[in-house]
T-cell receptor, first 113, second 113 residues
Framework: DAGVIQSPRHEVTEMGQEVTLRCKPI?????LFWYRQTMMRGLELLIY????????DSGMPEDRFSAKMPNASFSTLKIQPSEPRDSAVYFC???????????FGQGTRLTVV | AQSVSQHNHHVILSEAASLELGCNYS??????LFWYVQYPGQHLQLLLK??????LVKGIKGFEAEFIKSKFSFNLRKPSVQWSDTAEYFC???????????FGKGTKLSVIP
């Protein structure tokens, strides 16, 4: 298996622009997580999906953030409009039934200037 | 709600020194416990996990962790660290039957050659 695949690996954008991060979970996994990692706050859970349904989005910082999972093999995290304080590494992870550990993607390093 | 506390923010050791990183969790029921490692510039990788059975769990690269239920602890140990163990280490917990993985703030380990 190729593991969790995230794109892009790096994104540099200007403040106010829309940013879309993408994630392909491991085939057969039915839970998907979006995390944000910064020096100040560490690793924060933003949202997690189970069977494509958002279960807990209490970690989403503001309405500027939204996440979707239209099918079992794809998820997006969108920031609109982006701000410099959104700069971070965003990780996607997935896990499966009977496999409670999460497998992480390589992350997207987002820089908002 | 589940939570994880890692006692040390940054640990500095010389090569061949012994390592113990503390992790305490808060959760009222049966738990699954994990240690992840993040090498500089990389994503999180699973180091070891505990679901049930023998409370002493052995992982990759000579790491082990002991689950002490009475202390709600899952400390990570290695008898002799190497320079290549320089990384950030995260303890994580999820309640059995739940897919929400809660991470501690992480402990940065620096090993001096």
């Amino acid at each position: 298996d190729a593991g969790v695949i995230q794109s892009p690996r790096h994104e540099v954008t200007e403040m106010g622009q829309e940013v879309t991060l993408r994630c392909k979970p491991i085939s057969g996994h039915n839970s998907l997580f979006w995390y944000r990692q910064t020096m100040m706050r560490g690793l924060e859970l933003l949202i997690y999906f189970n069977n494509n349904v958002p279960i807990d989005d209490s970690g989403m910082p503001e309405d500027r953030f939204s996440a979707k999972m239209p099918n079992a093999s794809f998820s997006t995290l969108k920031i609109q409009p982006s701000e410099p304080r959104d700069s971070a590494v965003y990780f996607c992870a997935s896990s499966g039934t009977g496999v409670p550990e999460a497998f992480f993607g390589q992350g997207t390093r987002l820089t908002v200037v | 709600a589940q939570s994880v506390s890692q006692h040390n923010h940054h640990v500095i050791l010389s090569e061949a020194a012994s390592l113990e990183l503390g992790c305490n969790y808060s959760y009222g029921g049966t738990v699954n416990l994990f240690w992840y490692v993040q090498y500089p510039g990389q994503h999180l990788q699973l180091l070891l996990k505990y679901f049930s059975g023998d409370p002493l769990v052995k992982g990759i690269k000579g790491f082990e962790a002991e689950f002490i239920k009475s202390k709600f602890s899952f400390n990570l140990r290695k008898p002799s660290v190497q320079w290549s163990d320089t990384a950030e280490y995260f303890c994580a917990v999820n309640g059995a039957g739940s897919y929400q993985l809660t991470f501690g703030k992480g402990t940065k380990l620096s090993v001096i050659p």
